[in-house]
C-alpha cells in the first residue's frame, strides 16, 4: 500500500478535479471516482457507494448553484484505512439551512430532496460548510479497512 | 441520445442506462408517452439492466416517467436491477423507487400480463 499517498501530498492518478456546471459533467464525476477507487482497490459496493455520493454532490452543482462549482477527489490514508474524498466547492448561494438540507425530501429544487441524505448515510464522513459570502464547502470521506 | 422504445403485442419496451443527462430524460418521457398514445400500448416495461448507477436525478426519471405513463393509463413494471443498485438504494434512504419492479424482462412481461388479466392498478 505504498504507493498511496498520505491525505495532504500529491497523488498521480489517485488525485482529479472535475469542473460542474452542467448535467453531463455529472458522468465524468461519477468516471473519475469509480476509476480512483478501483486503483485504490475498493470493494465494489463501496465503489458504487462513492460514486453515487460524488454523483449526487455533482448534481447539487447543477441545479442548487449559480455558476456550478468544482468536485475534487482524491485517495487518502490513514491508521491503515484506504479512503476516497469527495470535496465540493461553489461559490454561491450557499445553504439556508444546512439541518433541513439533509432531511429527507426537502429540497429547494426539482430534486427528490434525498441528495445529501443520501451522501450522509452512504459515506462515513461529511462535513458542510457554509461561509459568510455564501460559498459552499463540502466535504466527504468513505474509509475502507485494508488491513 | 436516441433511446430505442419497441413494442411488443400491447406492451411497449424501453431500455435506459446511466448517462442520461436533462435533456435527455426529457425527450425520453416525451418520446415514450407519445408512442403510448399512438400506439394504444396497455402496458411499459423500464428495462435498467444496463444501469450499474442509480443516483437520486435517475430515480426521479424512473419515477417521473412511470407516473406520466399511469396517467395515460398504462401499467408499468420496472426490470433488470443489479444487486449493487439495490443494495446502494436502500442504503441511500427512503422507498426512492416508486414502481412495481420484477427481477428480469421476462418477469416483468409476465407480471404486466397478469395485471392487464386481473384488471388492478
Given at each position: 500500500m505504498s504507493d498511496i499517498p498520505a491525505p495532504g501530498s500529491a497523488g498521480g492518478n489517485l488525485e482529479a478535479k472535475v469542473e460542474v456546471?452542467?448535467?453531463?459533467h455529472v458522468a465524468n464525476v461519477q468516471t473519475k471516482v469509480r476509476a480512483i477507487t478501483r486503483i485504490l482497490g475498493f470493494p465494489e459496493l463501496y465503489i458504487f457507494k462513492a460514486a453515487i455520493s460524488a454523483s449526487e454532490l455533482a448534481s447539487n452543482l447543477v441545479y442548487h448553484t449559480s455558476a456550478g462549482g468544482t468536485i475534487s477527489i482524491r485517495g487518502i490514508r490513514k491508521n491503515g484505512c484506504i479512503g476516497i474524498e469527495i470535496i465540493s466547492i461553489d461559490s454561491g448561494p450557499g445553504i439556508k439551512d444546512v439541518n433541513m438540507a439533509l432531511?429527507?425530501?426537502?429540497?429547494?429544487?426539482?430534486?427528490?430532496?434525498s441528495g445529501l441524505p443520501a451522501v450522509e448515510r452512504l459515506m462515513d464522513e461529511l462535513d458542510i460548510l457554509v461561509t459568510d459570502d455564501f460559498k459552499t464547502c463540502i466535504r466527504s470521506r468513505l474509509w475502507y479497512f485494508c488491513e | 441520445m436516441e433511446i430505442p422504445i419497441l413494442k411488443l403485442k400491447n406492451i411497449l419496451l424501453t431500455s435506459i442506462q446511466s448517462d442520461m443527462n436533462d435533456d435527455d430524460a426529457l425527450k425520453y418521457q416525451s418520446d415514450v408517452m407519445s408512442t403510448l398514445e399512438k400506439s394504444g400500448a396497455k402496458g411499459l416495461v423500464i428495462d435498467?439492466?444496463?444501469?450499474d448507477i442509480i443516483d437520486s436525478f435517475m430515480a426521479r426519471v424512473i419515477n417521473e416517467t412511470a407516473r406520466m405513463a399511469r396517467l395515460m393509463g398504462a401499467r408499468v413494471v420496472l426490470c433488470g436491477m443489479q444487486p449493487m443498485v439495490a443494495l446502494t438504494l436502500v442504503e441511500m434512504g427512503r422507498e426512492l423507487i416508486g414502481v412495481d419492479t420484477a427481477l428480469n424482462l421476462d418477469k416483468g412481461f409476465d407480471k404486466l400480463v397478469k395485471m392487464f388479466n386481473e384488471g388492478v392498478d
Amino acid at each position: 500500500m505504498s504507493d498511496i499517498p498520505a491525505p495532504g501530498s500529491a497523488g498521480g492518478n489517485l488525485e482529479a478535479k472535475v469542473e460542474v456546471t452542467k448535467t453531463s459533467h455529472v458522468a465524468n464525476v461519477q468516471t473519475k471516482v469509480r476509476a480512483i477507487t478501483r486503483i485504490l482497490g475498493f470493494p465494489e459496493l463501496y465503489i458504487f457507494k462513492a460514486a453515487i455520493s460524488a454523483s449526487e454532490l455533482a448534481s447539487n452543482l447543477v441545479y442548487h448553484t449559480s455558476a456550478g462549482g468544482t468536485i475534487s477527489i482524491r485517495g487518502i490514508r490513514k491508521n491503515g484505512c484506504i479512503g476516497i474524498e469527495i470535496i465540493s466547492i461553489d461559490s454561491g448561494p450557499g445553504i439556508k439551512d444546512v439541518n433541513m438540507a439533509l432531511q429527507d425530501g426537502y429540497s429547494t429544487g426539482p430534486g427528490l430532496g434525498s441528495g445529501l441524505p443520501a451522501v450522509e448515510r452512504l459515506m462515513d464522513e461529511l462535513d458542510i460548510l457554509v461561509t459568510d459570502d455564501f460559498k459552499t464547502c463540502i466535504r466527504s470521506r468513505l474509509w475502507y479497512f485494508c488491513e | 441520445m436516441e433511446i430505442p422504445i419497441l413494442k411488443l403485442k400491447n406492451i411497449l419496451l424501453t431500455s435506459i442506462q446511466s448517462d442520461m443527462n436533462d435533456d435527455d430524460a426529457l425527450k425520453y418521457q416525451s418520446d415514450v408517452m407519445s408512442t403510448l398514445e399512438k400506439s394504444g400500448a396497455k402496458g411499459l416495461v423500464i428495462d435498467i439492466t444496463a444501469m450499474d448507477i442509480i443516483d437520486s436525478f435517475m430515480a426521479r426519471v424512473i419515477n417521473e416517467t412511470a407516473r406520466m405513463a399511469r396517467l395515460m393509463g398504462a401499467r408499468v413494471v420496472l426490470c433488470g436491477m443489479q444487486p449493487m443498485v439495490a443494495l446502494t438504494l436502500v442504503e441511500m434512504g427512503r422507498e426512492l423507487i416508486g414502481v412495481d419492479t420484477a427481477l428480469n424482462l421476462d418477469k416483468g412481461f409476465d407480471k404486466l400480463v397478469k395485471m392487464f388479466n386481473e384488471g388492478v392498478d
